[in-house]
């Protein structure tokens, strides 16, 4: 696996070093002999162009060394050229990226280049329409964070702890609403994020909090 990912991480200069080897052993040998050469030589210089380093990110991700994965995003000199499933999960990470650094405007640009371009999951679809719902609310555009979010658990979040996120953000939108018909609604959105069984602490401890509000609602 080491091995796997430093042949991802220098297949581009490797693919240059074999094109020169290439072009060496044809004006000394003649093209047949340089054939795998210069095959070798095409395959790790379009894959760099047009897969990209991808699949070094998730190490770091795992890891939680952004900074590694922001590193791996740099090498990504062309993201037009990736093939287009990768370029969406491109601009989704530099999204994800974005809101790390408190740039939700960046993040916003981003995620919304990525859902242009469609994911190649509906789960990833999801997550990704799920942070544009709550950079939306954080901007104060409840009505688009509202339709975000609802697109978002339409199109299914694939962990517990996002899904019970999008229903708790729901659950605040129609508490806001303030209607009975809407804490009604809201207490239904409370009682789905609980059924997730959410791990992450933030989340564990709203729960707790409109825990004894929500309660009281009749119904």
């Known amino acids: 696996m080491k091995f796997y990912n430093w042949l991802l991480r220098y297949r581009f200069w490797l693919g240059l070093v074999a094109l020169a080897l290439a072009i060496f052993v044809n004006v000394y040998s003649g093209f047949w002999p340089s054939f795998v050469l210069y095959l070798l030589a095409v395959i790790a210089i379009a894959s760099h162009f047009f897969i990209g380093p991808m699949r070094l990110i998730q190490e770091y991700i795992e890891a939680g060394d952004m900074e590694g994965a922001e590193k791996v995003l740099s090498m990504i000199w062309f993201p037009n050229l990736l093939y287009k499933p990768i370029r969406s999960a491109y601009y989704t990470l530099k999204g994800q990226m974005a809101m790390m650094r408190q740039d939700f405007k960046g993040a916003e640009e981003h995620m919304k280049r990525s859902e242009q371009l469609g994911m190649p999951m509906a789960e990833a679809e999801g997550a990704n329409k799920l942070q544009l719902g709550m950079l939306a609310m954080q901007r104060g555009d409840l009505k688009q964070g509202e339709n975000y979010i609802r697109a978002a658990l339409r199109a299914g979040i694939p962990d517990a702890d996002g899904a019970a996120m999008a229903y708790l953000q729901m659950c605040q939108i129609y508490m806001n609403k303030g209607d009975m018909r809407s804490l009604r609604a809201a207490k239904d959105m409370f009682r789905k994020a609980k059924e997730?069984?959410?791990?992450?602490?933030?989340?564990?401890?709203?729960?707790?909090?409109?825990?004894?509000?929500?309660?009281?609602i009749p119904g």
């Not at 791990?199 to 929500?214: A, G, H, M, R």
């Open 196 to 216: 997730q069984k959410p791990t992450n602490k933030d989340v564990v401890e709203q729960i707790k909090k409109l825990n004894s509000y929500i309660s009281r």
